[in-house]
């Protein structure tokens, strides 16, 4: 009789697959990096990408710059009330609602991201909260109707500041049939600019991914900002 089982044989590494892995996962690496990279200035003009910003004092030792921009047929007035309405509670962020209810901030007042201007959520002064969070929220550091807000995370591990802004696209009037019209404001250049920085060194590491997330996010914020705002003044 057998004094002992037999070993099972142990599989051989497939050498030249883990190196295949391993080189997709750096080429991913390397393509995800570029990608953020082109995308911290994602619809700028370079102007608007070097322009100085209020809010950027407020943060020096940022090692994260963006600067995105969109141009949306509506003024800045008309702008304005969606951005004063955003936040956790209140209009949302008009990014993907399923991914933030997935993570437990996606309690909004109206269900969704907002589709129209909210009346009781226009109330908005500087030194006021905006909840990202039951737990975490910004605070109003700057606020000039209807040409800029600023919005700054409370000191904490990571220093974050978020500054819209808005700049009206001026056109010639038709003026009638004379076509001698004036200067008239037919849109809105809006200018979104995050500067975050690690206050404590063990968040260093958590800055690339958490730019990598907020570039879909602020993307896809501002292409829907500019559908709704549009469909609601068509």
Not at 82 to 91: A, D, E, H, K, S
Request: proline residues 8%; glycine residues 12%.
């Amino acid at each position: 009789m057998p004094t002992a089982l037999a070993r099972r044989p142990t599989r051989p590494v497939d050498a030249s697959r883990a190196r295949r892995v391993g080189a997709g996962v750096a080429v991913l690496g390397v393509a995800v990096a570029a990608a953020v990279r082109i995308g911290r200035t994602a619809g700028t003009l370079p102007t608007e990408a070097a322009a100085t910003l209020p809010g950027d004092g407020l943060t020096p030792e940022a090692t994260s710059v963006t600067t995105r921009a969109v141009e949306i047929a509506a003024p800045p007035e008309a702008v304005w009330p969606w951005l004063v309405q955003m936040g956790y509670g209140r209009g949302g962020w008009y990014a993907i609602d399923a991914l933030e209810r997935l993570l437990g901030v996606g309690d909004f007042a109206t269900g969704g991201s907002a589709d129209r201007v909210v009346p009781e959520l226009q109330d908005l002064e500087v030194g006021d909260r905006v909840p990202m969070s039951d737990q975490v929220h910004l605070v109003v550091a700057h606020l000039d109707a209807p040409n800029a807000l600023v919005l700054v995370l409370p000191r904490g591990p990571l220093s974050w500041v978020w500054s819209y802004n808005l700049r009206p696209v001026y056109a010639r009037g038709s003026g009638g049939s004379g076509g001698s019209g004036g200067i008239e404001v037919v849109g809105t250049r809006l200018l979104v600019r995050t500067r975050m920085g690690a206050v404590r060194g063990w968040v260093a590491p958590v800055l690339p991914p958490l730019e990598a997330g907020h570039l879909v996010m602020e993307l896809v914020q501002l292409h829907r900002l500019r559908r709704r705002i549009e469909a609601a003044e068509g």
